[in-house]
């Protein structure tokens, strides 16, 4: 399917426009092509922009997202912003309650900061074990990560399949820069989580986010009190506890 730019997005950078249509051209053959599909939101400004490239053409592809419990109430807001300018619902997972409690009981509310074992740990109740649920009969996921997010990301594939969870994984913005994302927010009037105007630039769980400083690169305010390479939340990696990218043609 050819990349075609519309009318409405002819007014972005040209570069910018390219990539849009090549974003709905994507989003349109995974909808055809790898039904049942779910775009996994974070609510990021990223997701943000996948969530709008999906309703605004309605493609058939679900949007979830989870509530680990301890988020800030200005990403939770982004449910409700969605459904009002989307007349969208957002499916919302949590984790199991009793998992939750005996992590408190053992080892304390916020033992993710004593090691990455028990921030990892933590991760696994509040995040993975949902995410499971979630993808549980789905043909395919998508996520808004992009490649110069983190160390982590740099070899990330706009198309993969996922071994760990058994079904193709998308990421349409891997190639994207930071300032692309704004420019489409800004472009088509997206809304977006309220703590970016505050210094964030990555948002997850309220304790394990805190704004940016100059100089810093996206991620760093992410479990701060940890070393670049162990911080992701085990969404995205394999038993290994590398990010998984089993390279497909896209």
């Known amino acids: 399917m050819q990349a075609q730019i519309n009318t409405v997005d002819a007014a972005l950078p040209a570069g910018l426009a390219l990539k849009v249509a090549t974003l709905q051209s994507l989003l349109a053959r995974i909808a055809a092509g790898h039904s049942p599909a779910t775009l996994a939101s974070s609510l990021s400004i990223e997701d943000m922009v996948v969530t709008d490239a999906i309703l605004s053409r309605r493609h058939a592809i679900e949007i979830f997202t989870l509530d680990t419990g301890r988020m800030h109430a200005d990403t939770l807001a982004l449910v409700d912003a969605i459904g009002q300018k989307y007349d969208y619902a957002v499916k919302v997972y949590r984790p199991e309650p009793r998992a939750v409690t005996q992590y408190v009981t053992v080892h304390g509310r916020d033992a993710f900061y004593e090691s990455v074992d028990l921030r990892k ?128 043609d896209a």
């Open 121 to 248: 740990r933590c991760c696994e109740i509040r995040k993975v074990e949902p995410l499971k649920r979630a993808l549980a009969g789905k043909r395919a996921w998508l996520t808004g990560m992009r490649r110069e997010q983190s160390t982590t990301r740099t070899e990330l594939e706009v198309q993969s399949f996922d071994a760990v969870y058994g079904l193709e994984k998308f990421n349409p913005l891997a190639d994207w820069s930071e300032d692309e994302v704004w420019t489409y927010l800004r472009a088509r009037n997206v809304p977006y989580n309220a703590l970016y105007d505050q210094g964030y630039r990555s948002i997850g769980c309220a304790p394990c986010s805190r704004p940016v400083v100059t100089g810093e690169d996206v991620r760093a305010g992410r479990w701060w009190w940890e070393q670049p390479d162990s911080k992701e939340c085990g969404l995205h990696v394999g038993p290994d506890g590398k990010l998984v990218r089993s390279k497909v």
